[in-house]
């Protein structure tokens, strides 16, 4: 079990060295780009075509501005994930965790895991659908194999990130090729495809699609991604090297995104031009377009190159949406797990109700379930975006790399777009939904949830802020102590008891319990093991990471008796902050030393931090070291 949990995807953490000396200033340029291509498959996976092919055949051209304005949204925001993973080496996740209480926490873990499964639902209906189109293959069939791709993350992971990013420019390739081509055979007329840039909805159906195009354009996962993937790359500490770092990945998500919109386009534009010219305004599912696709382009190769760019694009998907997984779960609740099963477990969350519409429904449905997932979404977009651009413009710990007032307040303007469209499309749905239901129970949850997503978007927006404001006035209120400094006198600890992780923060945690003692203090060096065996048969445990951890511990005592002090180890098992409170009373300590970023389990955050629930259950000094 890896115990470092201070960095975002820990095994290629900084794999990437920029700062070696180079003549060329074009591989200088190269070695930042990577990331933005990783997250701008998430742009033109399965779900974007859903929304593209039904915006294009309903109403031609008329939507391409939603489409350049989701573009310019994702690269704005793109960017802010960017700098915040850059500038503070913190992801999207863990400056949540470390800026929202608990409760909130949880619930935006939850919700982000929800964006998640509603991407992988797509990948997987995707993915199900190229193959049946491309083999005849049953849908259900389809999606069920889908669960084989769950390796494919681990055997790419061998080989490091750099070989991971070119896997996938090589399917985004792949994608944009079949589609130049198949635009090349629709010719259609760019006078008419200018008109599309106007802004205009013509009615409720455009309204739902449109937003059904942003959730699938600007997706909140990637937001998480982002500040994680810049963190691949080792940079230089300094101003120089900061704003470097920030400018060329600008580039590279200017170039990617950019694609990424150009790939939206076409797909948007072929549905116009093939299905929307020729009266065909009802297709709005993948398959009735490849079938149609042949008939109407005059060309054999125009169905089989939609096929293969379909599977290229869910099969890119799911690499990114695995990888956007784990960094939300090590960020919210810092438990890592193995990352096949993280994959297994995101698939089935997808593959099950999407067996369930096809078998239940029929897959006739798939379209609609496709186009649902992109809505669902954009509903999580706010609960991203908000925290992102607070933590941005926060100046405390941003420094000089804080945004500037002209992009706070384009952020927040875009933000606000968003959660308008967002509220107004839950009320129409919602309101549609009572007026036609006679079930009271029903419609009571239906209000209870609408007034449960306005408050959190008020609880996003106002907490960080009056946080901040607390701050500010706990440091300029001081009183005036009631009790003389002249005769206190230091305190003498005799039994420290310091909680390890074996991870490099163990260092600190020592040589800080060791400024506190006296040649005379016994040092109490607990560990817990966190293993399934030790949780379920404590100290009888024999497993590998048990014994690992006995050795361990073997070596730090005979590292301190070596310099002549007194230690002892102690193995906790089960629950940390339990068992780390009971050796703490049974051995009678009188000071204990915590890590501030140790490693937790899922009950740990649910219920609290464990520096904090330590703390709480002990009666003696506590110090915890960052």
Avoid: C
Avoid at 70 to 87: D, F, K, P, T, Y
């Amino acid at each position: 079990m890896n115990h470092q949990h201070t960095t975002s995807l820990g095994e290629v953490h900084q794999s990437v060295d920029t700062t070696v000396p180079s003549t060329s200033r074009w591989r200088k340029l190269l070695a930042f780009f990577g990331p933005a291509y990783l997250v701008s498959v998430g742009y033109m996976d399965p779900g974007n075509w859903a929304t593209d092919l039904a915006g294009g055949s309903q109403y031609g051209y008329t939507l391409l501005w939603v489409l350049l304005m989701s573009n310019l949204m994702a690269l704005l925001l793109q960017s802010l994930s960017a700098r915040l993973g850059i500038v503070r080496g913190r992801d999207l996740a863990q400056a949540n965790r470390e800026t929202y209480p608990p409760g909130v926490n949880f619930i935006l873990y939850i919700l982000a895991e929800i964006a998640i499964a509603a991407t992988d639902l797509a990948e997987v209906l995707g993915m199900a659908i190229g193959i049946q189109l491309l083999t005849g293959l049953p849908l259900q069939w389809g999606v069920s194999i889908t669960v084989l791709d769950t390796f494919l993350l681990l055997i790419l992971q061998r080989y490091g990130i750099r070989k991971m990013e070119a896997f996938i420019i090589a399917l985004v390739a792949i994608v944009g090729i079949s589609f130049l081509a198949e635009l090349v055979m629709a010719k259609p007329v760019m006078g008419e495809v200018v008109t599309g840039f106007v802004p205009t909805i013509p009615d409720n159906a455009a309204l739902y699609i449109a937003i059904g195009i942003i959730g699938a354009t600007v997706m909140p996962h990637n937001l998480y991604l982002h500040s994680a993937l810049v963190q691949t790359r080792k940079i230089q500490r300094d101003e120089k090297g900061i704003r470097l770092a920030l400018k060329l990945n600008f580039i590279d998500s200017a170039v990617a995104l950019n694609l990424a919109f150009l790939v939206n386009a076409a797909i948007l534009i072929l549905a116009a031009a093939v299905f929307f010219k020729t009266g065909r305004t009802d297709i709005a599912e993948i398959q009735d377009a490849h079938r149609l696709l042949e008939g109407l382009l005059g060309n054999k190769w125009a169905p089989a190159l939609f096929a293969i760019a379909l599977i290229a694009a869910g099969q890119s998907s799911t690499v990114t949406g695995t990888l956007a997984g784990q960094i939300v779960m090590e960020g919210y609740l810092r438990l890592r797990i193995n990352p096949w099963l993280r994959r297994l477990l995101t698939r089935l969350l997808a593959i099950i109700p999407a067996l369930f519409v096809i078998l239940i429904a029929g897959p006739e449905k798939v379209g609609e379930l496709l186009v649902f997932s992109q809505v669902l979404l954009s509903l999580q977009l706010g609960f991203a975006i908000i925290p992102l651009i607070h933590f941005v413009s926060d100046k405390k710990t941003m420094g000089s790399y804080a945004v500037g007032p002209l992009v706070k307040v384009i952020s927040w303007i875009i933000t606000g777009v968003l959660v308008y469209l967002n509220t107004r499309m839950v009320y129409t749905e919602a309101a549609k939904y009572i007026s036609n239901n006679g079930n009271i129970w029903v419609d009571i949850l239906i209000i209870a949830a609408g007034l449960g997503f306005l408050a959190l978007i008020v609880i996003t927006v106002a907490y960080p802020l009056i946080s901040r404001y607390q701050q500010k006035a706990s440091a300029r209120i001081h009183t005036t102590p009631d009790f003389s400094l002249g005769d206190i006198q230091p305190p003498v600890y005799n039994r420290i008891a310091l909680a390890l992780d074996f991870s490099r923060d163990d260092e600190r945690i020592i040589s800080n319990a060791l400024a506190h003692g006296n040649p005379m203090t016994e040092y109490l060096l607990i560990h817990v093991v966190e293993s399934a065996s030790a949780r379920y048969l404590g100290g009888e445990s024999d497993d590998f990471e048990t014994r690992k951890d006995k050795e361990q511990m073997q070596a730090y005592i005979s590292l301190l008796h070596a310099k002549n002090i007194r230690a002892k180890g102690l193995l906790g098992y089960r629950h940390r902050a339990e068992e780390i409170v009971r050796i703490v009373k049974e051995e009678r300590a009188d000071f204990l030393v915590l890590g501030g970023h140790g490693h937790t389990g899922i009950k740990d955050w649910i219920y609290g931090e464990t520096t904090n629930q330590v703390r709480h259950k002990v009666r003696i000094p506590v110090l915890v070291v960052q």
